[in-house]
């Protein structure tokens, strides 16, 4: 036993739960015993003795096992092992593929199926090759291994290729990268984790993984999924290995571009939800506004300091004795009231859900649940009861549709009372113990997993997708003109259709804010487009340095909110001196600026599964020295942001991506494919715009285009626009750029039966010098390169042409 993270843990638990946390893990250990000398046999898998041609694909048949090929379009197959325990399309989003030509061919002792885009070898001992059209090898895997429960699948890795995603890691972007002070080894658990109030870099498993990758060499890149949510093992040592401990071997490859890799996944897995416009807003949040009085103080703070603010988080210091779906009315004695004097003002409450329901007799909540038996139970047919905040919990099993049709009648009484979101906690689900795993008992606890049955296992990493899609279901049910918002610390494949997420509790370091950046990219790379991270971390108090830079970064994030534990400093801009809360009310107003650009992202994200912030490899996955690069990242196509993640830095080193890049602060133009330095005051963190590009912003309902020119050539930004919530009319606003020696051209393109929600449009042009403006034939002044108009249709810039 660690008696170090005993020590911690008792001190997280408190004394008034010690006992469950002490008692809990000897009855897990007790129920677990028999498993434990259960051993692995490896089987080798044979040779084929038949093959044939089946529909958009073909069938092998091998001495111990089958393998099912099928293309489900022409870049993206699904292969098939059996046997195993099928597993439950909990990740798919139920498309349709078209159907896709296949051809079927004996090669000697191998064969081809193969589209006009990718080519599948199938040798004769049960290893697969994967080429593109031209013939190029883009991955090469060895015969699986089938176990007594599980396989072991393993594919080549060369020397220089580059491995991301498998969800929330605390790790290098490369995950063949070992951690700096680590063994020498890269490997990595697919067992979501409550990481027990403070993790930093290295700590693995974390609350949200995802079994896939994707993998970038000289040749290309590719995306491995693996429909699989048991207990799985993914190690990266010169190999490429995903040894499962139970179920069939299912997964799905494709190659082409990352944006085409993430367009075939959440094609496959669904597209991330279209939010409402406020969550793109600020959040303010902490473990310890326990009153109405507390958020009060809070709102006014925002008001007077002249700080926007959308939303304010309640933590479970809300509840009556920390109980799901309560409020305690003596704390919150006008709570309806409240909440819409803060709606009216653009301030929307989320309420705290944790899936433990406290096992008291007392509890309707909970006797209604045991009557309907919607709790997960034992093998001995009864209730899992465990320690978590309310004291000793039953625990619903989301496997079963019955229960997540009970939980999802909860929230009613939650938005009567006026909240507009929800954020899961504690859903892997954690549980309170001093020792062992901090979850149910793996192999002991049941599920109804559809009526198919099974345990904890297999259920265990799909815990917390299936409690965010009965919240997603209630709200959809219950306010049907409103966009769900949810914030879920846990989930798996396809959690981006139900909710967003959020870091959980990195610690308070310069170290965390660097691996900040690196966990939010391979999110995004697993096709969880929408994350953040407590802002100066959950667990410590940071300095006014460290809070600064950490609010810089997080301003270019999607999910932008300040969260901290209860036993730390109060974390308000205002708390860190006037120095501090002027530079991070520039940049509040900023991100407020930047709402058409960062809602005109979420549409894109909700049509092509694209991720708003993306590793700088993704505008140039060409370039090798792009693979790497973890302290920046694009968001959007538009903008570059390099975050200080160095204590006392003014300045830093920052690769460009090809083309050319405007400095966002200034208007100086860098060119691509280089290095550069650039200065880095405490005022300011590194922000590049794209040559070719238009970013909108707004404000006092003005529309401003910001035209970045290209050097030469076209460009092109367009506006997504709608009422904001609902799903109603909507508007897309398209511009192209066309720039010669001595002429600017902007056409204006529209979609859509939204009304233009703005009043009027400026347009700034940077980085060159205007002499004269034509807005549909006629000239207009201008004054510093700006001008305003109503809606047009062509405009033209007479420019100073560049030496």
Known sequence: MNWKQLLLNLRLIKLRRFFGSLFYPMQRDLLERPFLSAKQVFAEIGDILKAEPIPQGAKFYFEKVELEIHFLAADFVRVNWQPGIAPIPYAMAGKDWSEVAVEFEKMGNSWLISTKELQVIVNQNGSLIYQNYLGEIIREELPPQLKTAGWVHQAKLRPEEHIYGLGERAAPLNLRTPQEGKPATTSYLMWNYDAGGRYGPGTDPLYLCIPLYLGLHQSGSYLIFYENSYKATFSFNGYAAADFDGGALRYYFSIGSPAQLLDRYTQLTGRPALPPRWVLGYHQSRWGYETEAAIREVAEGFKNHNLPLSAIHLDIDCQEGFRAFTIDPDRFPQLTEFNQELVDRGVHLIAIVNPGVKADRKSKLFEEGRSQEVFCKTINDKLIIAPVWPGLCAFPDFTNPKARHWWSRQYEYLLDLGFTGFWHDMNEPGIFVLWGDPSLPPNSTLHFLEGRGGNHLEAHNVYGLLQAEAAYEALKEYKPE??????????????????????????????????????????????????????????????PELYLRWFQMSCFLPFFRTHSANNVKPRTPWTFGEQILSIARDFLWLRY?????????????????????????????????????????????????????????????????????????????????????IAAPQEQIPVFVKAGCVLPM??????????????????????????????????????????????????????????????????????????????????????NNCFQVEQFQQINCQILAED
């Open 593 to 677: 600026r930047l709402l058409p650009y960062l809602y005109t992202l979420t549409w894109e994200t909700n049509q092509t599964g694209h991720p708003l912030v993306r590793p700088l490899f993704w505008a140039d996955s060409h370039n090798p020295q792009l693979w790497a690069v973890e302290d920046a990242f694009l968001l959007g196509e538009a903008l570059l942001i390099a975050p200080i993640v160095e204590e006392g830095a003014t300045s830093r080193p920052i690769i460009l991506p090809d083309g050319h890049w405007y400095h966002f602060w200034d208007d100086t133009r860098f060119p691509g494919g280089n290095q550069i330095d």
């Open 482 to 543: 409103h966009r769900p918002f949810i914030v879920s610390r846990a989930g798996w494949a396809g959690l981006q259709r139900y909710a967003w997420t959020w870091t959980g509790d990195i610690e308070t370091s310069w170290a965390g804010l660097r691996i900040t950046i690196t966990t939010v990219l391979n999110m995004g790379l697993s096709g969880i487009p929408y994350s953040g991270a407590d802002i100066g971390g959950f667990k410590g108090n940071p300095s």
């Open 698 to 783: 707004a404000e006092n309902q003005q529309l401003i285009l910001h035209i970045y020119p290209p050097v030469t050539g076209v460009g092109a930004g367009r506006v997504y626009s709608d009422a904001g919530d609902g799903y109603a009319a909507w508007r897309l606003d398209e511009f192209y750029l066309k720039r010669d020696e001595d002429n600017l051209e902007i056409i204006w393109q529209q979609q859509g039966n939204y009304p233009f929600p703005y009043k009027n449009v400026k347009l700034h042009i940077h980085g060159l010098a205007v002499q004269k403006v034509w807005v549909d034939g006629e000239q207009v002044d201008y004054q």
